[in-house]
């Protein structure tokens, strides 16, 4: 997610660029809305950024006020219609949302609002549709408007949601009282950024100010940046997912304060110290495992090479939306390096196994291309429970570490060993002293009660009945 608002700037082309650089977050559709001060103009399709803006559509939108989106669905299926931002008009007035995240007590909501079937069909609409539900177009103005609206409306919200939303005038932040999903704050001119990750910040130019605060909303107009926290203090625990630093994301962003990068090396040289072997190259599965992989050739003293060439106009694998699309995915975006794998003793460093269908895949491609032996080492613990709070993970059938020991895992990927990085070392690693992190994935304690477990399409399946 993206958000600026540069007085006097035409902003459409940085959040295009914003969101080009936030696009591992998020790869199934993408969308804009920008305000010229009086109107809010939303543009949004399926695709990758590039998709769906071309210079055409970016020099069309016309506004110093700006918010971004690129979705990665969770709780709605990948439609254009739960593509982002989701806008809602009001009387005169109008605004838009982006959400990262997933929210956990979406059905309640929507039976406590009374909600219709088929009025909204994500988890995000279902909050646009709440805000205009609440707001009131006769408010003293329209920022004081949507900040009393989302002052009464946020408290009933549960799971994990960073916002960024916009009326005509204003950008607003927000971070769930955990801080599931990061949200950054930037500084451009006399102007302020908003963003998912770091990078965003600097490749429109902007100064990193601050990572917003779990349970804090920030307010943002020509006359500069208020703070409020708008959750009942009881529930702000910070829990910034864990994931974020194994694999979601960026390695140059920062999160508490520090370059993911610098983290992923260490996991790789902890899992070097704490599970050895001998073998002639160490390499890492593009991109995510590499820097684990450096650390743990580093650590080892065994030469680190590339193994596998990945294809760089491909995206993610795991966060494609079915199983066949990821299958798909692993030949389209790797292939091996045979002059580094030829009769080679392997050590194959990943960052995650989730559903093993890549790794698998991988490993049986490395085997094909002449590889002597195949020792997995993993940068985090096994991933033995879904998450709620963003990845798309709903069911334990779905995740190999839920059904299989660490041996049996070994044995079904056809690696020759295998080991996992300690929940102990992982957080050693990230060395973030008195931070707090979910990992209910890993653990299966989870900090916000899910209760029923939420479907991706809870409430498309009420449309449908
Ligand atoms: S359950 Fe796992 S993936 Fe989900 S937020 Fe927690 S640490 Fe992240």
Same mark, same amino acid.
């Given at each position: 997610?993206?958000?600026?608002?540069?007085?006097?700037?035409?902003?459409?082309?940085?959040?295009?660029?914003?969101?080009? /650089?936030?696009?591992?977050?998020?790869?199934?559709?993408?969308?804009?809305?920008? /305000?010229?001060?009086?109107? @809010?103009?939303?543009?949004?399709?399926?695709? &990758?950024?590039?998709?769906?803006?071309?210079?055409?559509?970016?020099?069309?939108?016309?506004?110093?006020?700006?918010?971004?989106?690129?979705?990665?669905?969770?709780?709605?299926? /990948?439609?254009?219609?739960?593509?982002?931002?989701?806008?809602?008009?009001?009387?005169?007035?109008?605004?838009?949302?982006?959400?990262?995240?997933?929210?956990?007590?979406?059905?309640?909501?929507?039976?406590?609002?009374?909600?219709?079937?088929?009025?909204?069909?994500?988890?995000?609409?279902?909050?646009?549709?709440?805000?205009?539900?609440?707001?009131?177009?006769?408010?003293?103005?329209?920022?004081?408007?949507?900040?009393?609206?989302?002052?009464?409306?946020?408290?009933?919200?549960?799971?994990?949601?960073?916002?960024?939303?916009?009326?005509?005038?204003?950008?607003?932040?927000?971070?769930?009282?955990?801080?599931?999903?990061?949200?950054?704050?930037?500084?451009?001119?006399?102007?302020?950024?908003?963003?998912?990750?770091?990078?965003?910040?600097?490749?429109?130019?902007?100064?990193?100010?601050?990572?917003?605060?779990?349970?804090?909303?920030?307010?943002?107009?020509?006359?500069?940046?208020? /703070?409020?926290? !708008?959750?009942?203090?009881?529930?702000?625990?910070?829990?910034?997912? @864990?994931?974020?630093?194994?694999?979601?994301?960026?390695?140059?962003?920062?999160?508490?304060?520090?370059?993911?990068?610098?983290?992923?090396?260490?996991?790789?040289? &902890?899992?070097?110290?704490?599970?050895?072997?001998?073998?002639?190259?160490?390499?890492?599965?593009?991109?995510?495992?590499?820097?684990?992989?450096?650390?743990?050739?580093?650590?080892?003293?065994?030469?680190?090479?590339?193994? &596998?060439?990945?294809?760089?106009? @491909?995206?993610?694998?795991?966060?494609? !939306?079915?199983?066949?699309?990821?299958?798909?995915?692993?030949?389209?975006?790797?292939?091996? &390096?045979?002059?580094?794998?030829?009769?080679?003793?392997?050590?194959?460093?990943?960052?995650?196994?989730?559903?093993?269908?890549?790794?698998?895949?991988?490993?049986?491609?490395?085997?094909?291309?002449?590889?002597?032996?195949?020792?997995?080492?993993?940068?985090?613990?096994?991933?033995?429970?879904?998450?709620?709070?963003?990845?798309?993970?709903?069911?334990?059938?779905?995740?190999?570490?839920?059904?299989?020991?660490?041996?049996?895992?070994?044995?079904?990927?056809?690696?020759?060993?295998?080991?996992?990085?300690?929940?102990?070392?992982?957080?050693?690693? @990230?060395?973030?002293?008195?931070?707090?992190?979910?990992?209910?994935?890993?653990?299966?304690?989870?900090?916000?009660?899910?209760? !029923?477990? !939420?479907?991706?399409?809870?409430?498309?399946?009420?449309?449908?009945?």
């Amino acid at each position: 997610m993206f958000g600026v608002l540069a007085p006097g700037a035409p902003v459409a082309q940085l959040t295009f660029d914003g969101l080009y /650089s936030l696009q591992h977050r998020g790869q199934e559709s993408a969308g804009m809305a920008v /305000s010229d001060g009086e109107t @809010i103009t939303v543009v949004k399709d399926m695709g &990758l950024v590039t998709n769906v803006f071309d210079e055409r559509t970016v020099a069309a939108l016309e506004g110093d006020l700006a918010i971004g989106h690129t979705r990665y669905s969770t709780t709605g299926s /990948s439609t254009w219609r739960n593509a982002q931002p989701a806008y809602r008009s009001v009387g005169t007035a109008g605004f838009a949302l982006g959400h990262n995240g997933n929210l956990t007590n979406t059905a309640a909501l929507a039976e406590r609002a009374g909600m219709l079937p088929g009025v909204v069909a994500s988890d995000s609409d279902l909050v646009a549709e709440l805000l205009s539900l609440a707001f009131s177009p006769d408010g003293a103005d329209g920022g004081g408007e949507l900040e009393a609206t989302l002052t009464k409306v946020l408290p009933d919200i549960e799971g994990a949601f960073s916002f960024v939303l916009m009326d005509a005038e204003h950008l607003v932040g927000v971070r769930d009282p955990n801080g599931f999903r990061p949200l950054c704050l930037g500084r451009l001119d006399d102007g302020w950024v908003l963003a998912s990750e770091t990078p965003a910040l600097d490749v429109v130019g902007a100064r990193f100010v601050r990572e917003l605060e779990p349970g804090e909303m920030v307010l943002i107009d020509r006359t500069g940046v208020r /703070s409020v926290h !708008p959750f009942p203090a009881e529930r702000v625990d910070p829990k910034l997912c @864990i994931f974020e630093l194994v694999y979601f994301a960026r390695p140059d962003s920062l999160l508490y304060g520090k370059e993911v990068h610098g983290a992923r090396r260490r996991m790789g040289e &902890l899992l070097a110290e704490q599970a050895p072997v001998d073998a002639d190259l160490v390499m890492g599965v593009p991109e995510s495992g590499v820097p684990a992989a450096e650390g743990y050739a580093r650590r080892s003293g065994i030469p680190y090479g590339q193994g &596998l060439v990945k294809n760089r106009y @491909i995206g993610r694998t795991f966060i494609a !939306p079915t199983p066949e699309a990821r299958a798909r995915g692993v030949r389209r975006k790797l292939n091996p &390096l045979r002059e580094n794998i030829v009769g080679k003793r392997l050590i194959v460093v990943d960052d995650s196994v989730i559903r093993g269908t890549t790794t698998r895949a991988m490993v049986e491609m490395l085997r094909d291309a002449g590889a002597a032996e195949i020792h997995l080492r993993v940068s985090s613990p096994p991933y033995a429970w879904p998450c709620f709070y963003g990845i798309d993970t709903p069911s334990r059938e779905d995740l190999l570490a839920a059904q299989l020991s660490v041996e049996e895992i070994g044995a079904y990927l056809g690696t020759d060993s295998i080991a996992y990085l300690t929940l102990d070392n992982l957080e050693r690693a @990230i060395d973030a002293p008195g931070a707090g992190f979910c990992s209910a994935c890993l653990t299966g304690d989870y900090p916000v009660e899910i209760s !029923p477990a !939420p479907a991706k399409e809870v409430l498309e399946v009420a449309i449908r009945a």
